[in-house]
């Protein structure tokens, strides 16, 4: 960029505005030159204009389901206007001379007439036809993913299959519809459960996706005393709030799917890993307390709810955790589970293909004829037009293509041509190194340090202030809060780094180039620098004093001191081993 623009000489008008003025006046003068006229009225019969307006029942738009109400703005400027089309039909009458304009929600609500809106509807679908929402048919396609049932592909495990099921009820779980919460990171890896269940003979009508998320299941689902900020939280209690979800549709028990991702697939490379949002993988659990608060929603509607955490990144864990939450409802043996699992990683890859397909071929269209598409970079619920509030189809509607994280293509000429000459000056080992970009390769969000901090300033309350007589108060906290966030961006700090450079004047100094916060870099560097040594040491040394205990002790800082865990909690869990202190 730099090479293309900022190296090249601009000029800039000394007076841009009213140079801007005219060229709009030249190029009014050539449009009239050839035969244009303006619209405009004039500014005296603009002093002159008279209007109405009307929002009734009379007005409400039929063309679609939702009947949204609209507007009916009904103008008379006093000048006489040519005719430009037939006269249309209207539902209610025009006074002589009135010009209407309709306040709508969509283009299709703008019109009185039938014939217009259908006109309307024609012109926007060849647009979408024209240019691809690749977000759009990703979000239709994971919910109508069918797999091919491995006995098709195995067939040595067909008997095996028809001996458990003849030992199945009716009132088996088998027989009943499975619901899948279509929310959040679903919306990426439905085809893999579809796949895995109808792998293990679950007819396709027995799954039932929940529908996109609306203001209205929103409102539902949030009244049940979930408490968090962050919306798609609050998506998921929106699922299980639909009225089909909850009336039987088959006999027998039913099941209700919603997955705690903690792991997710990527092709990107040197990543330390590739977790989910935290607060997003526990959400199942939360949404299992709102609905058991008060009554038990799943037992009075017979509803088993399974919410298994999975590791889709590491296939072994992902089977284990498969079998341990089907095993006991199906009856399922590992051979099938694992057959499943199988049939559900190659649906899921196929799924992907096929998205990655049309999106190349998207972009080559975009690139023979010089146009420019949009990328939505978000998460995979953000395939949801619920929660992506329909601003990509207003794109799509303006003639853009439009793409996500999760369908750009990865052909690898393409790859090579966008990262081939780092690949080969040695800069990354592989197009979707990250290295280079992600220079601390942590999965740690602003979010969780915040949080972190804030943990730590609690803590100090309860041990030094618990009554909030002052000892612990607005300014410890801001010493703190900004000392912490910037050891944070040495990879490696601990508590004891905390007490150093609240003590180290050359400490900071080693630190700041490191900072990208403007806000906490202004703190060292404007506040603190100009404070005098004495009060500068008055106040420091109070704060320090409160973290003696934690570094003096040996046996404390030799646990606080380590920047990563001496245990794996992760491997204790996957290998089902006792850790006792």
């Known amino acids: 960029m730099e ?10 008008h000394q007076h841009c505005g009213e140079a801007g003025a005219i060229g709009a006046a030249m190029e009014a003068k050539q449009l009239y030159d050839k035969g244009h006229c303006t619209t405009f009225i004039g500014l005296e019969a603009v002093r002159n204009i008279r209007y109405r307006t009307t929002r009734s029942e009379e007005t409400r738009c039929r063309f679609c389901k939702n009947h949204c109400l609209r507007t009916f703005l009904d103008i008379q400027t006093g000048c006489r206007e040519s005719p430009t089309s037939p006269p249309e039909q209207h539902k209610l009458p025009l006074a002589p001379g009135e010009r209407r304009v309709i306040i709508a929600g969509c283009e299709k609500g703008a019109v009185e007439n039938l014939d217009r809106m259908r006109e309307i509807k024609a012109g926007l679908d060849s647009i979408r036809a024209a240019n691809p929402n690749l977000v759009d048919l990703a979000s239709r ?8 049932p491995w006995c098709a592909i195995h067939p040595s495990a067909q008997l095996e299959d028809s001996r458990k099921k003849s030992h199945r009820t009716h009132e088996s779980p088998l027989e009943g519809a499975r619901w899948y919460s279509r929310v959040l990171n679903m919306y990426v890896y439905a085809p893999l459960f579809t796949a895995y269940l109808e792998s293990l003979g679950v007819l396709s009508e027995n799954i039932v996706f929940s529908d996109y998320t609306t203001n ?28 089909h979800l909850q009336q039987p549709q088959a006999p027998g028990a039913r099941l209700h799917l919603s997955p705690m991702f903690d792991v997710l697939c990527s092709p990107l490379v040197r990543t330390r890993a590739c977790n989910a949002c935290p607060t997003v993988a526990v959400t199942p659990e939360t949404v299992e307390a709102a609905y058991t608060k008060e009554i038990n929603v799943f037992a009075e509607n017979h509803i088993h709810y399974l919410h298994p955490i999975v590791n889709l990144a590491e296939r072994k864990l992902f089977e284990q955790q498969m079998f341990e939450c089907w095993s006991p409802l199906l009856g399922l043996s590992e051979d099938e589970n694992h057959r499943a699992v199988q049939s559900a990683y190659e649906a899921l890859a196929v799924y992907e293909h096929d998205i990655r397909r049309q999106a190349r071929a998207t972009l080559n269209m975009l690139e023979r004829e010089h146009r420019l598409g949009i990328v939505m970079l978000g998460r995979p619920y953000h395939h949801d037009p619920g929660l992506n509030h329909g601003i990509l189809d207003e794109f799509q509607k303006l003639g853009y293509s439009v793409f996500s994280q999760n369908t750009l293509p990865l052909d690898d000429d393409l790859l090579d041509r966008l990262f081939g000459d780092e690949v080969r000056a040695g800069i990354i080992t592989h197009p979707l190194d990250i290295s280079d970009v992600w220079k601390t390769a942590t999965a740690a969000s602003s979010n969780l340090k915040h949080y972190v901090v804030s943990s730590i300033i609690g803590l100090m309350y309860k041990l030094f202030d618990p009554n909030k007589t002052g000892i612990i108060g607005p300014r410890f906290e801001h010493a703190i809060r900004n000392a912490m966030l910037t050891v944070m961006y040495e990879p490696g700090s601990t508590f004891v780094e905390v007490v150093r450079i609240l003590t180290d004047a050359n400490y900071v100094q080693e630190l700041l180039p490191k900072v990208t916060d403007p806000i906490i870099r202004r703190y060292w560097t404007d506040q603190i620098a100009q404070t005098s040594d004495f009060h500068k040491s008055e106040v420091l040394d109070y704060i320090v004093s409160k973290f003696g205990r934690f570094v003096t002790n040996k046996m404390i800082r030799n646990i606080i001191g380590q920047s990563d865990s001496a245990f794996n909690f992760r491997k204790v869990m996957d290998e089902k081993k006792n850790l006792t202190d």
């Open 3 to 12: 090479a293309a623009i900022f190296s090249q000489k601009s000029a800039v």
């Open 141 to 148: 396609e994971s919910g109508t993913r069918a797999a091919r």
């Open 216 to 243: 209205e299941m929103y409102r539902a689902g949030s009244s049940r005393g979930s408490i968090d900020p962050c919306f798609p939280f609050e998506d998921r209690d929106c699922a299980f709030s639909q009225p």
